[in-house]
């Protein structure tokens, strides 16, 4: 699989916090019967590692993925539990070469022209826009459509089920990460059901 491919699963990436390991099968089982077969696990928590083992090992038909990978030596953990894409919040040089050595389809974190333009000389021209709302929204991705209109990205940090529509708009914009499909809440009370739904609805945002 391509990165061009992962992006066109969904139009919304799932971005998952998982504190508790044993919500991550469930809540993949939850995202997968609302329609969304893919699901990006953050490494922002102790649980995080194991919850992207376990959904790889028993949810084989939901695309998992490593998301807030920020070192080096992630990458190949990521690989070996089982991740079938990674994505970073920027694009350190250490870290990039890491997440290619892999193999792995890599969805970059890219916020600047600069960092933007740099990816493309790595010949990664689909890329996370972050963090999208602070970083100028919609507004600033149709600005770089101008200079770089080869660039696909998917925008994550500050996008809702209110303002997603407006980004998929967007002729740059190929799908948007987004935590609003497991909310903390529907997670602690184990709410599998509001899960699928909250997928279903998402799932439907291109039509």
Known sequence: MKTADLLALSPVIPVVVIEDVEHAVPLARALARGGVGVIEVTLRTEAGLEALRRIAA?????VVGAGTVTAPE?????????????VTPGASPRVLDAALDTGLPLLPGAAT??????LLEHGL?????FPALPAGGTAYLSAVLGPLPQVRFC??????ADNARQFLALPNVACVGGSWLTPKEALLAQDWDRVTQLAAEASTLLV
């Open 155 to 160: 925008p994550t940090g500050g996008i809702t």
């Open 113 to 118: 022209l600069t960092e933007m333009m740099t």
């Open 125 to 129: 021209p689909e890329m996370k826009f």
């Open 58 to 62: 028993e949810v084989p038909d939901v």
């Open 74 to 86: 992630q990458t190949t953990l990521c690989e070996q539990a089982g991740a079938r894409f990674l």
